[in-house]
C-alpha cells in the first residue's frame, strides 16, 4: 500500500465472493482462473479510484477509500466489470459489497495498518455480510456523505433500519441502484428476517459495556444465565440486548 493512506473519517468497502466454498470444491481447477480475474477486477476497480487495498483474505478485499463518492464509484466500477466477464465453467462470479464511512486512525507501530478502528472496520464488514452476490450495501454514515455528490445515474434504494450481528445498534442501509446492476433481491439477511420473539427497542441502549461482555461471555458456557439486582436497575433491558446480539 501507499503512504498517503487515509485516516480520520474513512469509508471502507469490504467484499465477498457468494458461495466461494462451493465454487472451489465443485471446479477447483475453473475457480482458481476465475479467482484470479476476480482479484484482478477489484485491485483495478480500488486503485483507479484512488483506494488502497488494505486486506485480501482468500475471495475478501478490504479497501479504505479518502472520500465516499470514490468508494462508491469502485464498488460500482467493480460490479459492472463482473457483470461483463465471461467466467467460463464457474458460472457467474457474484460479489456482495459493502461500505461504511466513520473514524479510523493508522497505526505508528507497523503492527496494524488501523487501529482502535474496530468498530468502523467491523461495522462495515456486518455491512457486506447480509448482502447478496450483485448487491451493494451502504450505511447511513455513509449515505449522508453522498447525498449532494452522487452521480445522475446512480440512486440509493432506503433498505430501512436492521439489525445486525455483533453490533450494539441498529444501522440504517441503503442499496446501490444503477444502470448495469441487479436491483431486485430477497430480503437482507439481518437480524430483522429472523424469526425470533425479541421485541423491538424504542430507545438505544447505552453504556453497561462491562456488563454485556460479561453476560455474553457467561452465555458461552450455559444456556440459561439469570440476572439478580434491585428492580428497576435495567436487568430486562439488559438481558434483551444481549439476547439479540446471540441470535446468531
Known amino acids: 500500500m501507499g503512504t ?5 473519517t474513512v469509508t471502507f468497502l469490504f467484499t465477498d465472493i457468494e458461495g466461494s466454498t462451493r465454487l472451489w470444491q465443485e471446479q477447483p481447477q475453473a475457480m482458481a482462473v476465475s479467482h484470479e480475474r476476480h482479484d484482478a477486477i477489484l485491485r483495478q476497480a480500488i486503485e483507479s479510484h484512488h483506494g488502497y487495498v488494505m486486506e485480501i483474505v482468500g475471495d475478501a478485499f478490504a479497501a479504505a477509500f479518502h472520500n465516499a463518492l470514490n468508494g462508491l464509484q469502485a464498488a460500482l466500477a467493480a460490479q ?3 457483470q461483463a466477464e465471461s467466467w467460463g ?3 457467474a462470479i ?3 459489497m459493502g461500505l461504511h464511512t466513520g473514524a479510523a486512525e493508522i497505526s505508528s507501530d507497523g503492527s496494524k495498518y488501523y487501529h482502535e478502528s474496530y468498530t468502523t472496520l467491523a ?10 452476490g450483485g448487491q451493494v450495501l451502504l450505511s447511513q454514515t455513509t449515505r449522508e456523505l453522498l447525498q449532494n455528490v452522487l452521480p445522475a445515474e446512480v440512486g440509493l434504494r432506503d433498505m430501512g433500519e436492521h439489525r445486525l450481528k455483533d453490533l450494539r445498534s441498529p444501522l440504517h442501509l441503503y442499496q ?3 444502470p ?3 436491483q431486485d433481491f430477497p430480503a437482507l439477511k439481518s437480524l430483522n428476517n429472523l424469526p425470533n420473539n425479541l421485541p423491538i427497542q424504542l430507545t438505544r441502549f447505552v453504556g453497561r459495556g462491562q456488563e454485556l461482555s460479561e453476560v455474553e461471555r457467561q452465555l458461552t458456557g450455559t444456556r440459561l444465565l439469570p440476572l439478580t439486582g434491585p428492580g428497576g436497575t435495567g436487568k430486562t433491558r439488559l438481558a434483551l440486548q444481549a439476547a439479540g446480539f446471540s441470535w446468531i
Open 176 to 178: 446501490l441502484v444503477a
Open 89 to 91: 465453467e464457474t458460472g
Open 4 to 8: 498517503n493512506l487515509p485516516t480520520g
Open 123 to 132: 461495522s462495515t464488514q456486518r455491512v457486506m455480510s447480509v448482502a447478496y
Open 94 to 96: 457474484r460479489v456482495r
Open 180 to 182: 448495469g446492476l441487479p
Open 80 to 82: 459492472r466489470s463482473l
